[in-house]
């Protein structure tokens, strides 16, 4: 109570203040839309669920871009082919075999760099939506960040590994014989109406038609492998003969104008039959007694360690095909590495709406200089083969230094401070 002169007044009482600690907000409840149960969870709730999110973003990007440099590089293989099959005689058949045969090789140099594009893309724009930054909100580091971009450098690996110790070898061996039957086959090369051809080098062959007796009509024939002279058959028709040296073609009704480049003079010979020795054009195909294999066509096992017959039958040095055996390990290797450095390098650009590409070129520069170290310990080691090991080199220096930039983006605070150390 109260006193005065005025007289006393009741004291209020209050009641003691709640304790706050105590209380609990129950989470606010989302609605579900239509057929669809109650959204309760954060983005990225489990580790699974982030790891095919960008498995899949990987993997998709990766396909595309494998699909397109295959195409560029296979164009720029099939001109040269479509020409020399064609000029050989050949069919469309022919052509589409030839280039299935082609394409493993091709896949094998296009995958490694499709990977890093891919890394570096689906990075770039995950940084750029703003991706990046919300998971990393939830706890995830630089380097749970790149377990699934190691996942999938190590899918690429093992495909990649594949081809070059398996379907590689195995496709250029059956791509030679091949080689080797259309250069031996006469017939294709002779017997294509309407066309002209060249067998080799000097010689150029035309025939207008081929009738049902399997005659030549109106043939031409231009030879011009010695330096100094050259001749031109021209035949109403024609015969193409085998005879125990070898297939010859018996010209009838024809003439033949020689041209001598020296002397600047011109002969012309009207003959009734005349025989021109084929095989004489096909002196400079080599014979499959001693013919040498390309030494990509071989097995691992046998490049590691080669016998004396394998050896003899390779045009190839043995430190040549010592560290060719090694470097099919080391291109493994080499696919793995390449998107974890893209992954790796721009998560040091932080989050910015214009990307990273300062971050990107960096990237880029540092693939190059990896694979400059890739080709240069190989040269060293061919040249002395007691250092092989120094192939393998390259591809450790990539994974350490994968590891030291994911160590860096993990501790932003040093690249600042050096940042303001410099400024």
């Not at 030549?216 to 002279?229: K, M, Q």
């Not at 058959?233 to 003439?255: H, I, N």
């Amino acid at each position: 109570m109260l006193s005065g002169t005025g007289g006393s007044l009741p004291v209020p009482s209050f009641p003691s203040p709640p304790d706050w600690s105590s209380l609990t907000v129950p989470a606010p409840a989302i609605p579900a839309l239509a057929g669809q149960e109650p959204a309760t969870k954060a983005p990225f709730p489990s580790v699974t669920r982030f790891d095919r999110y960008l498995l899949a973003q990987l993997l998709v990007i990766f396909g595309v871009a494998s699909v397109v440099l295959v195409g560029l590089y296979w164009i720029n293989q099939a001109v040269r082919l479509f020409d020399w099959l064609i000029g050989s005689g050949q069919n469309a058949t022919v052509f589409l075999e030839f280039t299935a045969l082609s394409l493993p090789n091709i896949i094998r140099l296009v995958l490694p760099v499709s990977a890093f594009a891919a890394a570096v893309y689906v990075t770039n724009r995950m940084a750029s939506e703003s991706e990046l930054v919300v998971v990393q909100a939830t706890g995830f580091g630089p380097f749970r960040l790149a377990r699934p971009v190691l996942l999938f450098g190590l899918f690429v690996g093992l495909f990649v590994s594949v081809l070059v110790h398996f379907v590689v070898p195995a496709s250029l061996t059956r791509l030679a014989d091949r080689e080797f039957e259309v250069n031996q086959n006469v017939t294709s090369q002779f017997l294509t109406a309407g066309q002209f051809i060249h067998p080799t080098e000097g010689v150029t062959f035309y025939i207008r038609d081929i009738n049902a007796d399997r005659e030549l009509l109106d043939i031409f024939l231009r030879d011009a492998r010695e330096g100094t002279r050259e001749v031109i058959y021209t035949a109403s028709r024609a015969k193409l003969v085998r005879s125990d040296d070898g297939p010859r073609l018996v010209m009838f009704d024809g003439m033949a104008q020689g041209y001598g480049r020296d002397s600047q003079s011109l002969s012309v010979t009207r003959f009734v039959d005349l025989t021109f020795d084929i095989s004489s054009v096909l002196e400079s195909m080599a014979d499959p007694a001693e013919e040498k294999r390309d030494h990509r066509e071989l097995w691992t096992a046998d490049l590691l360690a080669p016998t004396e017959a394998v050896r003899a039958t390779t045009r190839a040095s043995l430190g040549k095909m010592v560290i060719e055996g090694h470097r099919r390990f080391t291109q493994g290797l080499m696919a793995v590495v390449a998107p974890l450095i893209g992954f790796a390098t721009l998560l040091l650009g932080g989050f910015s709406r214009f990307g990273v590409w300062n971050q990107i070129f960096i990237a880029i520069g540092l693939i190059v200089v990896l694979q400059t170290l890739d080709n240069a310990a190989a040269d060293a080691a061919t040249s002395d083969l007691s250092i092989w090991p120094i192939v393998y080199a390259p591809a450790a220096f990539g994974f350490i230094l994968a590891t030291s930039i994911l160590w860096l983006a993990a501790h932003p605070a040093l690249l600042r401070r050096r940042e303001r150390s410099s400024a």
